[in-house]
T-cell receptor
Framework: NAGVTQTPKFQVLKTGQSMTLQCAQD?????MYWYRQDPGMGLRLIYY???????DKGEVPNGYNVSRLNKREFSLRLESAAPSQTSVYFC?????????????FGDGTRLSIL | GESVGLHLPTLSVQEGDNSIINCAYS??????FIWYKQESGKGPQFIID?????DKRQGQRVTVLLNKTVKHLSLQIAATQPGDSAVYFC????????????????FGQGTILTVHP
């Protein structure tokens, strides 16, 4: 039972390079989320997809784009990476598009931009 | 409780003691709260949740208390074990202006719990 799977686990980029982070869930969840976590801080929401075919901005969307490829997959793209985007990126999913229920997280992608 | 900046609050306890981790949340409109546990190199793991129409909820060895008057949340862990050592985060869900919740969580900065054998 894989849950939420993120690839790659680690990546080093040079400033200006582009990169797509992949996320897939096998729980038949409707909603998916991308967060970033910086040292000593909690997670901050970048973008989310409440249901297949929809995406919306979170708290810190600048410099990122997302694609909800299908119900299982939600990717995060950095078009021109900047050192300020060095972070750990987490993908999460939950069952329903609306209402209150917990999100389930993957183990993250550790991204360093030089 | 939570603090500003890079220095996370820390709590050190002996194995078998009870632990209380506190969290001050930001928005009086928040309608749902979650506690997560994060171990080194892993993603956040769901522990327990509570809706704003409740004051208390119990799980296995854990209890969450909600005080909406002062916007305060706490997580109590009974008989703390070394395996409980981790960073603990509270998260609040803030519904949109129409009252709909899409899971847009706001996380606290976390508390480091260390359990000594």
């Amino acid at each position: 039972n894989a849950g939420v799977t993120q690839t790659p686990k680690f990546q080093v980029l040079k400033t200006g390079q582009s990169m797509t982070l992949q996320c897939a869930q096998d729980m038949n969840h409707n909603s998916m989320y991308w967060y970033r976590q910086d040292p000593g801080m909690g997670l901050r929401l970048i973008y989310y997809s409440a249901s297949e075919g929809t995406t919306d901005k979170g708290e810190v969307p600048n410099g990122y784009n997302v694609s909800r490829l299908n119900k299982r997959e939600f990717s995060l793209r950095l078009e021109s990476a900047a050192p300020s985007q060095t972070s750990v990126y987490f993908c999460a999913s939950r069952t329903h598009p609306v209402g209150n229920q917990p999100q389930h997280f993957g183990d993250g992608t550790r991204l360093s931009i030089l | 409780g939570e603090s500003v900046g890079l220095h996370l609050p820390t709590l050190s306890v002996q194995e078998g003691d009870n632990s209380i981790i506190n969290c001050a949340y930001s928005n009086s409109a928040s309608d749902y709260f979650i506690w997560y546990k994060q171990e080194s190199g892993k993603g956040p793991q769901f522990i327990i949740d509570i809706r704003s129409n409740m004051d208390k909820r119990q799980g296995q060895r854990v209890t969450v208390l909600l005080n909406k008057t002062v916007k305060h949340l706490s997580l109590q862990i009974a008989a703390t074990q070394p395996g409980d050592s981790a960073v603990y985060f509270c998260a609040e869900n803030i519904p949109n202006a129409g009252g709909t919740s899409y899971g847009k969580l706001t996380f606290g900065q976390g508390t480091i719990l260390t359990v000594h054998p």
